[in-house]
Every structure is written in C-alpha cells, then in structure tokens.
C-alpha cells in the first residue's frame, strides 16, 4: 500500500527577522564598545596620580599609603595633593611616578593636545604648546582653563628639585614695538610662565629660573606647520639630581 504524502509545509516567511535580531544586536555590541573605549578610565588615571604618591613614601599615621585623586573639570581639574610634611628631591624613579600621574592627570583634564611631557636625560620636561597657552606673537599667559600650571606647580612644592623654564619659538622672525626678536618673545614667555607658578601658584622663586631659547633648539622640523607649531613651545624642566641648574 503506497505512503501517503504528507502535505507540504507552508514556507516561514519570516525568517530574515532572525537574522535580523541578530545583526541589531551584534550592533548593539559595536557600539557599546566603541563607547566604552572612548571614555576615560577614571580608575586607572586615579591609581596612576597615586603612583606619585607612593614614589614619595608618603604615608598615613597607620602606614596605609595616602589616597590621591584626580577630581573632575567642575572642581578645577586640579591633581590633589595631600600636604607632605616636607619637599623631597625627587631621583629618576620619582619622576617616572611624577611623569605616569600627569600623565593620568592630561588624559582626565582633556588637555593632552595642549601639553606634552616627557622624560629626558636632563629631568621631566613639561612642554606647553603655544596655542594652548598663548596668542601669536604674544608672550601673555591664557587662563588655564584645566589648571596645568596649578598642577604643575603643586608638584613643585612637593619636590626640591631645581626647575627651568624654556621658551621657544619657530623660525619664523617677528618685529614688534614689543618683541623686536625671537629672543625676547621667547624670553617674555618663560618669565611670564615663572611669575604665575611663584605669583599665583606659590613655587619657592629660589628654585625655578626662566630662560629664552628663540629658534635655535627645535625639536621639529620648520619647514612644516605642523613643525612651526611644535617648536612654538615653554618647557618646564624639572631638573633631575645629576643636572646642574
């Protein structure tokens, strides 16, 4: 006796909405990612600005390392600083610590394409880009607006370390009534940057001195923009223990 057929099942027709569901949600996925790495990682910056903390020694009475935070743009954006109990000459592990918190600190602030730090045989330098901190062709200081400088100079009361400060400009020559050469434009920068850390900030004048450099030590090439703008620069040179000042 033959089989009977069995009728033909009707074709699912939706289907795609499972293919479907599946790409929204692989989307979905995307762009939490995406999200999640374009948020600064507040815990990470934290324990590295701790880091400098700990380089110091510096300890609570019970001997639990003392907790330092970076705060948020609506506090001033100002790396804490517990009161130490003394200045400490910092050696080159103390200011591999300094260079990590900054570090920390510029990528919390936001104002990583306005400074660069770097560690060099001569110490930490802190380089302030022009356009961050400056007019063209003018040697007055801008209103921090993510306080740098004040961080900066919380560091330097915190160390005895002797620091320069280096103005530098591109190769490009200016002759002002204010600023005849390269020379004085960069030497009016460095002061003015001195005069805020000791004037408003508080730094020990005994240790910081401000010098102008002019065009004669880029560290690009002025033959590009992108060079000029680099050369265009205050560094803050905390000077290492082996460095004369």
């Not at 302030?128 to 209103?143: R, Y």
């Not at 330097?156 to 434009?185: Q, Y």
Request: hydrophobic fraction near 40%; aromatic fraction near 6%; glycine fraction near 8%.
């Amino acid at each position: 006796m033959a089989r009977k057929k069995e009728p033909e099942k009707e074709a699912n027709h939706e289907r795609w909405l499972v293919s479907y569901g599946d790409l929204l949600t692989l989307l979905f996925a995307v762009f939490v990612t995406l999200y999640a790495m374009s948020q600064a990682d507040v815990k990470k910056a934290e324990e590295a600005a701790a880091s400098m903390r700990q380089a110091f020694g510096i300890t609570s009475p019970k001997g639990a390392a003392v907790k330092t935070s970076v705060i948020g743009a609506g506090e001033a954006g100002v790396l804490q600083l517990p009161p130490a109990g003394g200045r400490k000459l910092a050696n080159e592990d103390d200011l591999r610590g300094i260079k990590a918190s900054l570090d920390a600190y510029l990528l919390k602030a936001g104002a990583g394409n306005r400074v660069r730090v770097s560690l060099t045989r001569r110490g930490l330098v802190v380089s302030l880009k022009e356009a961050g901190f400056f007019d063209s062709g003018s040697a007055v200081l801008k209103q921090d607006p993510s306080e740098v400088l004040a961080t900066i100079a919380s560091i330097l009361k915190e160390t005895s370390n002797d620091c320069r400060v280096e103005g530098h400009t591109d190769d490009l020559p200016i002759a002002t009534p204010a600023f005849p050469s390269n020379w004085d434009l960069s030497s009016a920068r460095a002061t003015n940057v001195v005069k805020r850390l000791t004037g408003q900030y508080g730094v020990d004048p005994r240790s910081v001195s401000a010098t102008g450099y002019g065009q004669y030590q880029p560290m690009a090439d002025n033959a590009t923009g992108e060079g000029r703008a680099q050369n265009r620069r205050v560094d803050i040179v905390i000077l290492s223990p082996t460095t004369p000042r």
